[in-house]
Every structure is written in C-alpha cells, then in structure tokens.
C-alpha cells in the first residue's frame, strides 16, 4: 500500500503530531468523504506501507521528527510557489523560511525524496506570465542542488473554488499560453539541473519540454524502496492523473494554509468546526468516531515484489 497524506489536507504542517501518533499505534481512520457515517481502518504496519508520499506547503513542523518514520520509506511534494498572501493566507514568507526548509529537508533526505511543486498556476492582472518566470526563476535557482524535479501543473476551475479566482480576477489562459509559459519554465529548469513534468494536465506540454507526470509515481517509489512495485494507475483520480493507486490518510475541509485555489477547503465553517474537534491522540482528522458511525478495517497489501526485476522496467500493470 501506498499511503497519501495528504492529498486534503496539509499534513506535515498542522497534523504532525497527530499522524506520528498514527504511526506509533500503528493504525489510522479515514471517513468516507462520499458516505461520512463509513470509516475505513488502515493499518500502519511497515510491512504493509511501502511508500509514505507527503503533500506540503510547509513541512517545518516535521523536520525535528523525521527519524520517527524510521522504518517507512517515504519522500515529499513542496509546493513552493510566487503567490503572495491574498492567494495562500496561512503561509510564512517564503524567502526566509520556505525556501531554506526546502533545502534543509532536502538536505537531510535527498534530492530524490523532496519534489517541487510550482502549481497549480493562473493568470492574473497581477500575476502575469512574466510575473510566473521571475519568480519560478528565482525559486529555481535558489534550489538549484536541491530538487530534480519541479513539477507545474495550470489551474482546473473548479465549481468551489469559482468564486474565489473571480475575486481574484483569473484571466483565462489558452493553449498557445500555456505552451509559451511551460516552454519558458523548462529553459529554466534545465539550466538549474532539474526535470520539469507537468500533473494531470489535459494539454499536452511535452512539445514544450514538460513531460507528463505521475506524482505518486511507481519509478521514484521504486528507486526509494530498492523494490519493483506492482500496482495500477489510481482509478479514482482524473484521467489525465498519472499517479499510481493509493490511500489518502486525510480529510477535507481541515487544512489551515488557507489556498483560494484549493478544491480540498471549500467550508469555512467547516474548516473552524473540525478544527474546534481536532484531538491530536485521536484516530482520525476531523470529527471522531460517534455511535451512528460504522468501522471497518480495509484490506490493504504491499505492493512490493521481493526481487526487483531489471528486465520489467514498467511492470505487468502500467
């Protein structure tokens, strides 16, 4: 199993010490987003967990406590982007505290365990495409050593975060546009030591250098476990997605950064209700376990196959 933590949910920075907690007993719960009266148990074993995947805007909160993943293989994706706080409210300034995390974390763990993440991305009268490439340029070359990878993806607009972008005044951005941009962020990249991929992208940014990208990706858990993993593509994300099947550890609506563009917290009154109930010893993120709910442990496997193959570079199922 790969665990996703989170793809909801900024974990690393307001739910450390709930997750280490998660790991210590061995065992989290997951409320069912489409059905909240199920909750599905997942065990935490490391001989179940192959791969911990982290999403993050700020993983500070966890550097002191890395070594309490010891057992786990796991790796990052930062996103570190140039918007400022109208855009992403909850976060600290970037030049003197998120970008030196990224390359202490990096530096502790390895270029291969911390992606970068400038995404999504829109357009506005004030951030413009020339806005994008000073500051993509400027993260770049501060990481430069650092990452081997950024990945960019362009905004979907999503019906809940609609208003939010109108008040933002997101300009619509064309294909062309895109390319141009995508085109220009590669140069940079490259000339910083880094591949660029684009994540679940519809248009096809490869004529501009940008491969298409699987960010829970089967060849970087491979590389980190020194395992071949055999697992499928996630039927659950979109099909531009090219992340392979995992189980998210998180819950909507209970990430503090505060993101207008974020699918994941779109319920103000949520957010502060979950946050009002947030027990740091408890076995799941948000509202705990009542009597009307019902919990059942899922079945979860390893993925890992004992030798790797040097053969079977992609595997019997991809």
């Known amino acids: 199993m790969i665990l996703s933590a989170s793809r909801r949910t900024d974990l690393p920075n ?22 909240a009266r199920q909750i599905s148990r997942i065990s935490l074993s490391p001989e179940v967990v192959d791969c911990i995947v982290f999403w993050t805007k700020n993983p500070a ?53 911390v992606v970068w993440r400038y995404d999504p991305i829109f357009i ?21 050593g650092s990452a081997d990878l950024v ?15 109108e008040r ?23 000339n ?8 679940a992208e519809a248009v096809d940014l490869s004529g501009a250098g940008v491969a298409h990208g699987s960010c829970i990706d089967r060849k970087r858990i491979e590389r980190i476990t020194g395992c071949r993993i055999r ?23 209970t990430c503090l950064n505060g993101c207008a563009y974020c699918y994941a917290t779109f319920d103000r009154e949520r957010i502060l209700e979950h946050r009002a109930v947030f027990d740091p010893h408890s076995t799941i993120l948000g509202a705990p376990p009542g009597p009307e709910d019902t919990v059942r442990p899922r079945a979860t496997q390893s993925f890992k196959v004992p030798q790797m193959s040097l053969f079977d570079e992609n595997g019997p199922d991809q």
């Open 231 to 253: 697992c499928r593509k996630d039927a659950n994300q979109r099909l531009e997605c090219g992340c392979v099947e995992s189980v998210d550890a998180g819950s909507y609506n």
């Open 168 to 190: 933002l005044e997101m300009e619509p951005m064309g294909t062309e546009a895109m390319l141009e941009l995508a085109g220009a962020m590669a140069k940079i990249a490259y």
């Open 14 to 35: 307001y739910y450390s010490d709930w997750f280490l907690n998660r790991v210590r007993e061995g065992f989290l719960d997951v409320r069912n987003p489409f059905n």
């Open 124 to 144: 506005s009268g004030r951030y413009t495409p020339e806005y994008h490439l000073k500051a993509f340029g400027e993260i770049a070359r501060s990481l430069c």
């Open 192 to 199: 910083c030591g880094m591949a660029i991929e684009s994540c």
């Open 151 to 165: 990945v960019i993806s362009f905004l979907d607009l999503y019906q809940k975060i609609r208003r939010n972008m």
């Open 61 to 113: 909160p966890m550097l002191g406590r890395l070594r309490e993943l010891e057992g786990y293989d796991f790796y990052f994706q930062f996103t570190l982007t140039g918007y400022g706080a109208e855009v992403e409210a909850g976060l600290p300034d970037k030049r003197q505290v998120l970008i030196p995390t990224f390359k202490r974390l990096a530096q502790e763990l390895g270029r291969e365990r």
